[in-house]
């Protein structure tokens, strides 16, 4: 059973950078499924930030496209996230979640981390 | 981009009664390869999202049957026919065909 699982600093500060890391466990990163961050501020609905591939073929929300960077260590079987430049409004729940791909079930995230709370302040 | 838009935003039902959520899209969600890809995901409170169908109405092994979705092109639906205690919770639908967005959510409470 793949599981995720998010880490990272609870807190940044504004202007910094937030950077987070997704451990994937149960299962290889290698394979077809693209691992996504979506995130969650107070109240508001869910945001897509954008997915990476095994490969490190990566697609952006446009609007986070200027800020945003996602990497893959598949030695360590992680995915990461660094959004730069970081105001109150990034403040979330950050998630990672995968897309298993192919015909099947793929276009949706069958699975998701427990997520992880971000507060951007000083 | 692509604008998902729930109705009704929140959802008193009856336990045993029947609910449905609507989810319009701005655009259509064909794909050029001929899916659809709509998607409904449950999030109960202080949990992460859980999906319970893709693909408009295929439902994810594990969902109960009372959980069906329908629709076509900009239009879609999430119904369940009969509201559980365990059924409390946030719904959202998603769409892969442009990017990803989401609807704004549904709450379903217990009336």
């Known amino acids: 059973q793949v599981q995720l699982q998010e880490w990272g600093p609870g807190l940044v500060e504004p202007s910094g950078t937030l950077s987070l890391t997704c451990v994937v466990s149960?299962?290889?990163?290698?394979?077809?499924?693209?691992w996504s961050w979506v995130r969650q501020p107070p109240g508001k609905r869910l945001e897509w930030i954008g997915e990476i591939y095994h490969t490190g073929s990566t697609n952006y929300n446009p609007s986070f496209k200027s800020r945003v960077t996602m990497s893959v260590d598949q030695s360590k079987n992680q995915v990461s996230l660094k959004l730069n430049s970081v105001t109150a409004a990034d403040t979330a729940v950050y998630y990672c979640?995968?897309?298993?791909?192919?015909?099947?079930?793929?276009?949706?995230?069958?699975?998701w981390g427990q997520g992880t709370m971000v507060t951007v302040s000083s | 981009d692509i604008v998902l838009t729930q109705t009704p935003l929140s959802s008193p039902v009856t336990l045993g009664q029947p609910a449905s959520i609507s989810c319009r899209s701005s655009q259509s969600l064909v794909h050029s390869d001929g899916n659809t890809y709509l998607s409904w995901l449950q999030q109960r409170p202080g949990q992460p999202p859980r999906l319970l169908i893709y693909k408009i109405s295929h439902r994810v092994s594990g969902v109960p049957d009372r959980f069906s979705g329908s629709g076509a092109g900009t239009d879609f639906t999430l119904k369940i026919s009969r509201v559980e205690a365990e059924d409390v919770a946030v719904y959202y639908c998603m769409q892969a065909t442009h990017q990803r967005t989401f609807g704004q959510g549904t709450k379903v409470e217990i009336k």
């Open positions: 149960g299962g290889s990163i290698s394979t077809i499924n693209w």
């Open positions: 979640a995968r897309d298993p791909g192919g015909t099947y079930m793929g276009g949706s995230f069958d699975i």
